[in-house]
Nanobody
Framework: QLQASGGGLVQAGGSLRLSCAAS????????MGWFRQLPGKEREFVAT????????YYADSVKGRFTISRDNAKNTVYLQMNSLKPEDTAVYYC????????????????WGQGTLVTVSS
């Protein structure tokens, strides 16, 4: 099970840090990712990280502003979001179980429940 947290309301230019804690199963050998979704829209890839944390990959829309990281000792993955823009507003989901570099949601086997990020202008 994956539990995402850390969402909230922030002004444009601000920062938030999302966390995704795993329980009931270790994901230390799985790549993990973050996706986001607006109502009526498809789930959009944001970032992914390899099981070791040594490799990361980002969507162009967040590159240079977001940083994905993980702490395998805590079975947790993070998404540090800086310089937030109103277009970053979405429900953010963490996911696990894909090979590294997979950017489509169907490639992931495990999903968290989502945390809402709202960026005001």
């Amino acid at each position: 099970q994956l539990q995402a947290s850390g969402g909230g309301l922030v002004q444009a230019g601000g920062s938030l840090r999302l966390s995704c804690a795993a329980s009931g199963r270790t994901f230390n050998r799985d790549s993990m990712g973050w996706f986001r979704q607006l109502p009526g829209k498809e789930r959009e890839f944001v970032a992914t990280i390899s099981w070791s944390g040594g490799s990361t990959y980002y969507a162009d829309s967040v590159k240079g502003r977001f940083t994905i990281s993980r702490d395998n000792a805590k079975n947790t993955v993070y998404l540090q979001m800086n310089s937030l823009k109103p277009e970053d507003t979405a429900v953010y989901y963490c996911a696990a179980g894909a090979r590294f570099g997979v950017i489509y949601s169907s490639g992931y086997n495990y999903w968290g429940q989502g945390t809402l990020v709202t960026v005001s202008s």
